[in-house]
C-alpha cells in the first residue's frame, strides 16, 4: 500500500490535478506491483511562495509548475525498481501535459510492513 503525497501549485485545474493522480497511480502499478485497487493519495494544492522549489539543483531547472511527490512504501523494493518508478513518474505527469518531466521531483520513504493498517484497527501485514 503505498501512500502518495504531492504537492502542487494552486492555480492548476481540477483536470491537471486528476491527471498527476492518475499518472502517479499508473507508474505505480506498471513499476512498483501496486495492485490496480490500492490507490491511498492526498493531493494538496498551495499558493505563490507556500510551494518552495530551488530554481536549479545537481544541473536539473525547475520552474513555478513543480510538483512534489512524497510514496511512503513498504521496504525492500531494488534501486532499479525504484529508478523505473522515477522515470515513470516523470514521462507518465509530462505526457499528460500537466508539467515537465524536471519538474517532477519525487521523495520515497521506505517503512517495515508491521507499520501500516488498512483499517478495522488491525496491522494486517504484521507477522
Known amino acids: 500500500m503505498p501512500f502518495v503525497r504531492a504537492s502542487v501549485p494552486d492555480r492548476f485545474s481540477d483536470a491537471q490535478v486528476a491527471r498527476i493522480s492518475e499518472a ?3 507508474s505505480m502499478v506498471e513499476t512498483f506491483d ?10 494538496s494544492r498551495h499558493r505563490p511562495g507556500d510551494l518552495v ?4 539543483f545537481l544541473g536539473i531547472s525547475h520552474s513555478a509548475d513543480v510538483v512534489l511527490v512524497q510514496i511512503t ?6 534501486l532499479e525498481t525504484k529508478r523505473a518508478l522515477f522515470k515513470a513518474l516523470a514521462r507518465s505527469i509530462a505526457r499528460d501535459g500537466a508539467v515537465a518531466p524536471s519538474d517532477v521531483i519525487v521523495n ?3 517503512v517495515r510492513k508491521e507499520n501500516w493498517s488498512f483499517g478495522d484497527g488491525l496491522a494486517q ?3
Do not use: K, M, N
Open 34 to 43: 501496486v495492485p490496480a485497487d490500492d490507490r491511498f493519495q492526498v493531493i
Open 24 to 26: 502517479i497511480h499508473a
Open 53 to 56: 522549489c530551488s530554481p536549479s
Open 108 to 110: 520515497l520513504v521506505e
Open 73 to 78: 512504501c513498504s521496504e525492500g523494493r531494488t
Open 125 to 127: 501485514y504484521a507477522a
